[in-house]
Nanobody, 122 residues
Framework: QLQASGGGLVQAGGSLRLSCAASGRSFVNVGMGWFRQAPGKEREYVTA????????TYAASVKGRFTISRDNSKNTLYLQMNSLKPEDTAVYYCAASRVLKARTRESDYVYWGQGTLVTVSS
């Protein structure tokens, strides 16, 4: 099970930190990622991290503003979001794959959290 938290309402330019806590099983040996779904749009890839945290990838729209990290001792994934924009408004989902590497395709992920809503006001 994956439980995402930390969403909320923030003004443009502000910051939020999302967390994704795993329970029931360990995800320390697989890549993980964050996806988001804006109102009326399809879910899209945001960022991914490999099993150790040593390799990360970002969508162009968030690169330089968002940082993904993980603490395997706590079985927890994080997403630090800075310089937020109204277009970042979405439900954010954490996910875990079955491979070690960071993956960008939604089809590579088999475990999904329930999502946490991030709203950025202008």
């Amino acid at each position: 099970q994956l439980q995402a938290s930390g969403g909320g309402l923030v003004q443009a330019g502000g910051s939020l930190r999302l967390s994704c806590a795993a329970s029931g099983r360990s995800f320390v040996n697989v890549g993980m990622g964050w996806f988001r779904q804006a109102p009326g749009k399809e879910r899209e890839y945001v960022t991914a991290i490999n099993w150790s945290g040593g390799s990360t990838t970002y969508a162009a729209s968030v690169k330089g503003r968002f940082t993904i990290s993980r603490d395997n001792s706590k079985n927890t994934l994080y997403l630090q979001m800075n310089s937020l924009k109204p277009e970042d408004t979405a439900v954010y989902y954490c996910a875990a794959s079955r491979v070690l590497k960071a993956r960008t395709r939604e089809s590579d992920y088999v475990y999904w959290g329930q999502g946490t809503l991030v709203t950025v006001s202008s």
